[in-house]
C-alpha cells in the first residue's frame, strides 16, 4: 500500500489529515507548502516566518485563501484545530502549536539546528532541510530524537538521502557497497565569492551566497559529509577525489586501485565533475557471487563484478514530503546521522588578515573541506558550520584549515553550545 492510500486511511480514522508546521517560506520553503498542499492526507498547518508576508504568500501560490497572521499562540492553535491556515513570525513557537511534524525550511544553519532542538524538547517530530545544520550537530539531533521516541530525519530528495536509498537497495541485494555519491551538477571554483556568480543568480533567482556555496564546492563537501555520518562510509581522501567521469565510467574509476580504479579504501563516499552524471546520484557495488554476476550480465545490468546503480535525478522539494509520510506511518527516519564518521573543516580561500569578522559558507573567505572526524580533532579544526561570525584573531595564509586557536568563538551561540555539547558526549562515548 503505498503513503497515498495510507495517509487517507489515517485521516479517515483521526479525523484530520497530517498537521506539517514549515518553518522558512522563501523559494524552497514555497515549494515544498505548494507540494504538501498537493498531497492527500496531509497540509501544512502553520507556516513560520520572520518575513510574515513572505508565509501568506506561500500560502496564497499553494491555493490555500483566509490565510491568518497571528501572534497570540493561544489563537493560533484554536486556527490551526480548525483547518485554518496560520502564519506566525518566529519559527521557535512552531513546537507550542498542534502540530504532528515540524519541516525546517530556513536555510540558515544556526536557525535550523535550534528550531530542530527546540521541536524534539517540545515531542515534536523534526524533518530537516538544511543538511547544513546535520553536518554541524546532526549526531547530537538525532540522539535526542531517539532517546526520546520521537523522528528526527532529512527530508527525501536532496542527494544524501537519495544516495542512502540506493545504498540500502544494493545492500538487500547482497551486494557489496564500493562507493556511493553524486554527479556534482556546478561548477568546481573554490575561489568563487559571491560576486562571481551574482548574474547567474539573478537569473536563476538564488542568493549569490548560496549559489557561491554550490559552485566553490561546499554544498558537494557538506552532502557528502552527511552521507558519510548517515552510512559510516569514510572519505577516501581529504575533500574526496572528485574525478571527471561519466555514467558508463563509474563502475570502472570508483574501484579500488588493484582492479584498475582510483581509491585505496572501500567502501567511500564520493563525487564526480564533469561527464554526464549529475544530476543523479550512483552506489557502486560489486557482486562476490560468481552465479549472481552472470546473472546480473545477462540482465544488461554491466558487465561484473563491479556495477553503477544509477538514479539519473533528484527532485529537491518534490520529494521532500515522503519523509513526513515515513515519519508519521512507519515512526522512522528516512536519513540521519548515526556516527561521526567525517567532517566538514573550513579552508581559506585567500590570505586572510587578524581582526576580519569571518563570513561563513557561501561568503568571501572560506570553502568546506570533509575530512575524517578523528583528523580533525587532532587538527583541533573548527566546522565550517560555526565559522560565521567567529573574529580572526592572527593572520592565515590561503589554503589554510581553520582551528579553534585561529578564531575568536562567541560561545554564547546556541549552535556553539550545542556543538560543544555534541563534542563532550562524544568523547564521553555517550554518543
Given at each position: 500500500?503505498?503513503?497515498?492510500?495510507?495517509?487517507?486511511?489515517?485521516?479517515?480514522?483521526?479525523?484530520?489529515p497530517?498537521?506539517?508546521?514549515?518553518?522558512?517560506?522563501?523559494?524552497?520553503?514555497?515549494?515544498?507548502?505548494a507540494?504538501?498542499?498537493?498531497?492527500?492526507?496531509?497540509?501544512?498547518?502553520?507556516?513560520a516566518d520572520?518575513a510574515?508576508?513572505?508565509?501568506?504568500?506561500a500560502?496564497e501560490?499553494?491555493?490555500?485563501?483566509?490565510?491568518?497572521?497571528?501572534?497570540?499562540?493561544?489563537?493560533a492553535?484554536?486556527?490551526?484545530?480548525?483547518?485554518?491556515?496560520?502564519?506566525?513570525?518566529d519559527?521557535l513557537?512552531?513546537?507550542k502549536?498542534?502540530?504532528?511534524?515540524?519541516?525546517e525550511?530556513?536555510g540558515?544553519?544556526?536557525?535550523?539546528?535550534?528550531?530542530?532542538y527546540a521541536?524534539?524538547?517540545?515531542?515534536?517530530?523534526?524533518?530537516?532541510?538544511?543538511?547544513?545544520?546535520d553536518?554541524?550537530?546532526?549526531?547530537?539531533?538525532?540522539s535526542?530524537a531517539?532517546?526520546?521516541?520521537?523522528?528526527y530525519?532529512?527530508?527525501?530528495?536532496?542527494?544524501?538521502?537519495?544516495c542512502?536509498?540506493?545504498?540500502?537497495?544494493?545492500?538487500?541485494?547482497?551486494?557489496?557497497?564500493?562507493?556511493?555519491?553524486?554527479?556534482?551538477?556546478?561548477?568546481?571554483?573554490?575561489?568563487?565569492?559571491?560576486?562571481?556568480?551574482?548574474?547567474?543568480?539573478k537569473?536563476?533567482?538564488?542568493?549569490?551566497?548560496?549559489?557561491?556555496?554550490?559552485?566553490?564546492?561546499?554544498?558537494?563537501?557538506?552532502?557528502?559529509c552527511?552521507?558519510?555520518?548517515?552510512?559510516?562510509?569514510?572519505?577516501?581522501?581529504?575533500?574526496?577525489?572528485?574525478?571527471?567521469?561519466?555514467?558508463?565510467?563509474?563502475?570502472?574509476?570508483?574501484?579500488?586501485?588493484?582492479?584498475?580504479?582510483?581509491l585505496?579504501n572501500?567502501?567511500?563516499?564520493?563525487?564526480?565533475?564533469?561527464?554526464?552524471?549529475?544530476?543523479?546520484?550512483?552506489?557502486?557495488?560489486?557482486?562476490?557471487?560468481?552465479?549472481?554476476?552472470?546473472?546480473?550480465?545477462?540482465?544488461?545490468?554491466?558487465?561484473?563484478?563491479?556495477?553503477?546503480?544509477?538514479?539519473?535525478?533528484?527532485?529537491?522539494?518534490?520529494?521532500?514530503?515522503l519523509?513526513?509520510?515515513?515519519?508519521?506511518l512507519?515512526?522512522?527516519?528516512?536519513?540521519?546521522?548515526?556516527?561521526?564518521?567525517?567532517?566538514?573543516?573550513?579552508?581559506?580561500?585567500?590570505?586572510?588578515?587578524?581582526?576580519?569578522?569571518?563570513?561563513?559558507?557561501?561568503?568571501?573567505?572560506?570553502?568546506g573541506?570533509?575530512?575524517?572526524?578523528?583528523?580533525?580533532?587532532?587538527?583541533?579544526?573548527?566546522?565550517?558550520?560555526?565559522?560565521?561570525?567567529?573574529?580572526?584573531?592572527?593572520?592565515?595564509?590561503?589554503?589554510?584549515?581553520?582551528?579553534?586557536?585561529?578564531v575568536?568563538?562567541?560561545?554564547?551561540?546556541?549552535?556553539?553550545?550545542?556543538?560543544?555539547l555534541?563534542?563532550?558526549?562524544?568523547?564521553?562515548?555517550?554518543?
Amino acid at each position: 500500500m503505498n503513503y497515498t492510500q495510507r495517509l487517507l486511511e489515517r485521516e479517515k480514522t483521526v479525523g484530520r489529515p497530517v498537521r506539517v508546521g514549515v518553518v522558512g517560506a522563501g523559494q524552497m520553503g514555497s515549494g515544498l507548502i505548494a507540494q504538501i498542499e498537493r498531497v492527500a492526507g496531509m497540509e501544512v498547518s502553520v507556516v513560520a516566518d520572520i518575513a510574515v508576508e513572505r508565509g501568506v504568500a506561500a500560502y496564497e501560490k499553494a491555493g490555500r485563501q483566509d490565510v491568518q497572521v497571528e501572534t497570540d499562540l493561544a489563537k493560533a492553535a484554536e486556527l490551526v484545530e480548525a483547518g485554518k491556515p496560520v502564519v506566525i513570525a518566529d519559527g521557535l513557537q512552531m513546537p507550542k502549536l498542534p502540530v504532528d511534524i515540524v519541516l525546517e525550511v530556513s536555510g540558515v544553519p544556526e536557525i535550523a539546528a535550534q528550531i530542530a532542538y527546540a521541536s524534539l524538547l517540545g515531542k515534536k517530530d523534526v524533518a530537516l532541510m538544511t543538511v547544513e545544520a546535520d553536518v554541524t550537530v546532526g549526531l547530537l539531533l538525532s540522539s535526542v530524537a531517539n532517546a526520546g521516541n520521537q523522528i528526527y530525519t532529512i527530508c527525501r530528495g536532496d542527494e544524501p538521502s537519495e544516495c542512502l536509498k540506493l545504498v540500502e537497495f544494493a545492500q538487500d541485494l547482497g551486494l557489496t557497497v564500493i562507493a556511493a555519491g553524486k554527479g556534482k551538477n556546478n561548477p568546481n571554483r573554490p575561489t568563487d565569492v559571491p560576486e562571481d556568480v551574482m548574474e547567474e543568480a539573478k537569473a536563476k533567482n538564488m542568493n549569490p551566497r548560496m549559489l557561491c556555496e554550490f559552485t566553490d564546492g561546499t554544498k558537494t563537501q557538506l552532502e557528502m559529509c552527511a552521507l558519510s555520518n548517515a552510512t559510516g562510509y569514510p572519505v577516501d581522501v581529504a575533500g574526496m577525489h572528485g574525478p571527471s567521469c561519466t555514467i558508463e565510467e563509474l563502475a570502472k574509476k570508483l574501484i579500488p586501485l588493484a582492479d584498475g580504479g582510483i581509491l585505496t579504501n572501500t567502501p567511500v563516499v564520493e563525487y564526480t565533475v564533469e561527464g554526464d552524471v549529475a544530476p543523479g546520484i550512483f552506489a557502486v557495488v560489486k557482486s562476490e557471487d560468481p552465479v549472481v554476476t552472470h546473472e546480473l550480465d545477462y540482465l544488461n545490468f554491466g558487465t561484473g563484478p563491479y556495477y553503477a546503480v544509477y538514479r539519473p535525478y533528484h527532485l529537491a522539494s518534490i520529494e521532500a514530503h515522503l519523509s513526513i509520510s515515513e515519519a508519521i506511518l512507519e515512526r522512522r527516519s528516512d536519513f540521519q546521522t548515526v556516527v561521526w564518521q567525517s567532517e566538514v573543516t573550513a579552508v581559506t580561500k585567500f590570505d586572510l588578515a587578524a581582526g576580519i569578522t569571518l563570513e561563513g559558507m557561501g561568503g568571501h573567505h572560506v570553502r568546506g573541506w570533509t575530512v575524517d572526524a578523528a583528523q580533525a580533532r587532532e587538527q583541533n579544526a573548527i566546522p565550517i558550520g560555526l565559522v560565521a561570525g567567529c573574529k580572526l584573531i592572527r593572520d592565515i595564509k590561503a589554503g589554510a584549515t581553520l582551528t579553534y586557536d585561529d578564531v575568536e568563538v562567541d560561545e554564547t551561540r546556541p549552535l556553539v553550545a550545542m556543538r560543544r555539547l555534541q563534542d563532550a558526549l562524544i568523547k564521553g562515548g555517550v554518543i
